[in-house]
Structure formats: C-alpha cells, structure tokens
C-alpha cells in the first residue's frame, strides 16, 4: 500500500502496539500513528480510517487478523457498544502493566522526571462487581419502552441494561424492576432535544460492606403521581434499600444532579463501613466508586507516612472526610479544607457519628484558607486530592511558600498530577508513586505520589 491509501474510509492493515489514556488501541500504518478503539496490544487488525490527520489518524476495528494473547472474552454482552468501558477485551494483568505505564510516560513526558519511582499497580480485589454507585440515564425507545443504561461509544445513542458487571451485582435486581415500575406509573420521561418530561436518570448507591441501598431519581420535578406510594413499595420489595429520593435539575444541562435532593421515603443516607468508621453517605455525596481500593490505597498512605502521632495534617479538597478522618486517628490534629457547604456538613456529621474530635473542617478555596489556617505551624502534611483538572496555579505557589514537610498528592488523572508535581519538584523531592485500580476494564487509574522537601545541606 501507497501513501495514496492514506484516506478516509481505506482499510489499511497493522499491528496494534499499546493502549491510551482513552482506552485506545495504538498501532502504526508506515510512519503514521492510527489509534483504534476495542483492540488489544499484540492484534494484528484491519483497520477502516475514520479520520486522517498528516500524522495521525483514527480508525474502526473492521476485521481481526490475528488475535493477541491478552484478548478475552468480555464479561458483557454488550460491550462492544456500551461506552462504560474500555478494556473489556482486554487481560487484566495487561490492563494494570499498561496503566503503570502510562503513570510512567506521562510523569517522564509532562512532569520532567527521568526515573519516576512508580510502583505497581495495586491490583482490584475483583475486576467486576466493584461499583459501589451507578447513575443511568433513562430514555423512552421508539415503541414507547422505559430504558435505562449506557450511552453507545462515541454517540447519544442508549444501549438498554438490565445488569452491568462492572456494578456491585446486588443492584442489577433494582436496575431490572424499576424501569418496570416508571412504566406501570406512567411517569413521563425527559426528552433531551425538547426539554420536555421529568425523569432524567435513575441513580443506585450501595454500601459494600453493610448492604444498605439508596435510590434517586433525578427529575425535573417531584410531583410525580403515586410517588409516595411507589416509594414505600420499593422499601418493602427490596429489604436492603433504606432510602427513596428525588433530585431535581430542571436545568437544560449535562450535569446530571441538581442542587436540591427531597427524600420521598425512609432516610437520605446510606451507612458504609469505610477503614473501620460509619460513613453516611446521600445521593449526590462524593464518595469513590470502589470502596475495596480506596481503603487500599488509604493504607499504603497511611504505611509510608511513618506518622508519629504529633502531626499537623491538612486534607486539602477534604470531601466527606472520607481521608480525613481515618488520618485523624494517626495524628495530633487534621483540618479539612472543602469548598462545597454541603460536603463539609456531612463531614462534621461523620466526625460526630465516629466521636472523633481532633479535627476541624473549614469551608471555602483552598488557595484562600490554607495560608491562613490558625493552627500556630507549619502542617507536618498536607494531602491533595482534587478534581481531575488538578491544583489551581494560586495552590501550587501556596504550597511552595508553606513548605510543608510532606505532600501527599491523590490523584485520578495522571496528566494534571505530572503537571503539577513538575511544579513542586525544584522543592520536594519525588519519592514514591503508588497507582491503584480504583476503575478495571477501564482506562482511568488512581495514584498517590508521596513528595519530601528537599533539605538545604550545609555548607562545609
């Protein structure tokens, strides 16, 4: 084949040599890179070309050639259509060997650092099953049948569920029956192009270690006719569900929750068990969706701090307390920093449910208050977890003037984290990376990178 094959809509035929941090397969045609949705390193493929670039292009798997050693079979029926996941096909040990290496790359080409100290993986108590929150969205098909799942790769497109098996496998029942129900009840379902209806998505949470459920429907509104009735049915159905609630987004968004959530029966909290404290968790709580890894992870933290128990720690983007709290019990005093009210409430309340009393939750910008925290010092540590876009530039020189002893930095998107930590690297020294598998059969990967400030030496 000639560069004149280089064209929209030509099959060109190559060798599928990596994955991305879209989940893509990457194989190269003569000098170009080709990425490749649902493949796997090692799968020689024929490949259609969707989209052409001078260097690079993007392309659809239309024939496998020969099949790599790492390809399996997928766990669900539909995964060659549901965008949930990218990895199905994929061998789980060559899932965790590829997202150390993207840690790796990305710190090497984004943070500057030529031997980046980054462990294996921690690995997924179980690669399925792990979702502890799912949140779907909620259409009516042509036939006028309520349907619920995930949205079709690279479309709006919805592709109809009644399990999931990446989802913790005591919902799949709820998920089933409750698209049922809203068709018996006739409520009538949002219609995105025309902004008309009022059920927008179905929402479950699940405690993994107590069992207990929690059901949201997100709406446009609450006046939903035989609401009451439905809910308490729900709660008699199913013994392990606690709560029925409500969220209202009216709004003509993608965001999927609003601002106000009404709890229509039983209570609007869930209980989890998370490093041995009671968590009370509501409908649009931020908590991580695998709590077996979080806890894994908070291990390894709370291991490699070696921490005396006469610390100063701050949990800067605290949450919940979800950190917070647990570290609490290994120092003198932690202080929690969150800007959203209604996380720092439910913070306070964890406090007060687990009578752990030396800690202090403030609300606001952390690049406003932890310059200006009253604690007399220095924080012996201080332990970022933010948003996928990372600290904001103010943070990182907020950082560098404090000079704390230790930084720990959690983080789910390995590009920002590298970004970031490229920053502090002339002042802290990078010591350890620990990423952990907080998402299988996906491209996503958690990770904590553990910095020490550098120490001036002495002058001889």
């Not at 024939?63 to 994929?90: T, Y």
């Not at 949002?190 to 009022?198: C, F, L, P, V």
Request: glycine share 6%.
């Amino acid at each position: 084949m000639t560069d004149s094959n280089w064209r929209q809509g030509e099959l060109v035929e190559m060798t599928i040599a990596d994955l991305n941090h879209k989940g893509e397969g990457v194989g190269r045609w003569h000098d170009r890179v080709v990425f490749v949705p649902d493949t796997v390193p090692g799968d020689r493929v024929l490949v259609r070309l969707v989209r052409v670039k001078p260097q690079y292009g993007q392309g659809k798997l239309h024939q496998i050639l020969e099949a790599a050693i790492d390809r399996v079979r997928p766990s669900c029926i539909v995964a060659d259509k549901c965008g949930g996941c990218q990895w199905q096909q994929v061998d789980y040990a060559r899932q965790l060997v590829t997202k150390q290496n993207l840690i790796l790359q990305d710190l090497q080409r984004i943070g500057g650092f030529a031997h980046p100290p980054v462990a294996e993986v921690l690995a997924g108590s179980t690669p399925l099953s792990y979702r502890n929150k799912a949140t779907y969205p909620i259409r009516r098909n042509s036939q006028g049948l309520v349907q619920a799942g995930y949205y079709q790769k690279g479309s709006h497109q919805l592709i109809n569920l009644n399990q999931c098996p990446i989802q913790d496998d005591r919902l799949d029942p709820l998920l089933a029956q409750v698209k049922q129900d809203i068709q018996q009840r006739g409520w009538s379902i949002y219609d995105e192009q025309r902004h008309q209806g009022k059920i927008r998505h179905l929402s479950l949470r699940i405690g993994r270690r107590t069992g207990e459920v929690l059901l949201t429907l997100v709406s446009c509104s609450d006046q939903l006719p035989g609401l009451a009735e439905q809910a308490e049915r729900w709660l008699q159905v199913y013994p392990h569900l606690v709560g029925v609630c409500v969220n209202l987004n009216a709004a003509r968004t993608n965001a999927i929750f609003g601002s106000e959530t009404v709890c229509v029966a039983g209570r609007p909290y869930l209980r989890e068990i998370f490093a041995g404290l009671e968590f009370r968790i509501q409908s649009t709580t931020f908590f991580q969706v695998n709590t077996e890894q979080a806890e894994a992870l908070l291990q390894t933290i709370q291991s490699r701090l070696q921490l005396r128990g006469d610390e100063v720690l701050v949990d800067a983007y605290c949450g919940i307390g979800t950190l917070t709290l647990p570290m609490a019990q290994r120092v003198q005093q932690a202080i929690g920093i969150e800007i959203q009210p209604e996380a720092i409430e439910q913070a306070e309340q964890n406090a007060q449910v687990n009578q752990i009393e030396n800690v202090k939750f403030y609300v606001g910008q952390v690049e406003t208050l932890l310059p200006n925290l009253e604690i007399g010092q220095t924080p012996d540590v201080i332990l970022l977890d933010p948003p996928r876009k990372g600290c904001e530039a103010t943070v990182m020189a907020t950082l560098l003037q404090l000079q704390a002893p230790q930084i720990v930095y959690v983080s789910c998107n390995a590009s920002t984290l590298s970004r970031d930590l490229k920053q502090l690297s002339g002042a802290y020294e990078l010591n350890y990376v620990q990423p952990a598998d907080f998402f299988p059969q996906t491209a996503h990967v958690e990770a904590a990178a553990f910095l020490r400030l550098r120490r001036e030496e002495p002058e001889a």
